[in-house]
């Protein structure tokens, strides 16, 4: 599913009427963080820096990405992108970070596709 959304992702770059759809199918995915669960299974995710000099949670749409990326040993957890957005909640994220297109989401960004996502559940 998630080189579905990839390839969703790309063409919002071209048309960006369909962002509405690729963040419905995000919020709805798993995604792949860099980190780890402590014993008492508490989320520590490594954070990067943005080409602005701010602190990010970088996150993947595959593990294949993730590894090409970052190395077959490195640690990571799988979360659905909706609670990683929820429990990260006033934190920059960087999807695909190393990617071609990677995608920058800012909180206030997180807080409306939330927001967006709960409306659509009613």
């Known amino acids: 599913m998630n080189d579905t959304l990839q390839h969703l992702y790309e063409s919002t770059l071209d048309h960006p009427e369909q962002y509405q759809d690729f963040y419905q199918q995000l919020l709805a995915s798993q995604v792949y963080c860099l980190g780890e669960r402590d014993a008492e299974q508490h989320l520590h995710f490594q954070l990067m820096e943005t080409e602005q000099g701010e602190q ?12 090409q990326d970052v190395g077959a040993d490195a640690e990571f957890v799988m979360i659905s992108a909706e609670k990683l957005f929820a429990i990260t909640k006033g934190a920059s ?6 990617s071609e297109h990677p995608k920058e989401f800012l909180a206030d960004e997180i ?8 409306q659509q559940s009613l």
């Not at 990010?56 to 590894?67: E, G, R, V």
């Not at 807080?111 to 709960?118: T, V």
């Open 56 to 67: 990010a949670i970088p996150f993947f749409l595959s593990l294949a990405m993730l590894q």
């Open 93 to 98: 994220l960087v999807m695909n970070p190393t």
């Open 111 to 118: 807080d409306a596709i939330l927001e967006f996502a709960k």
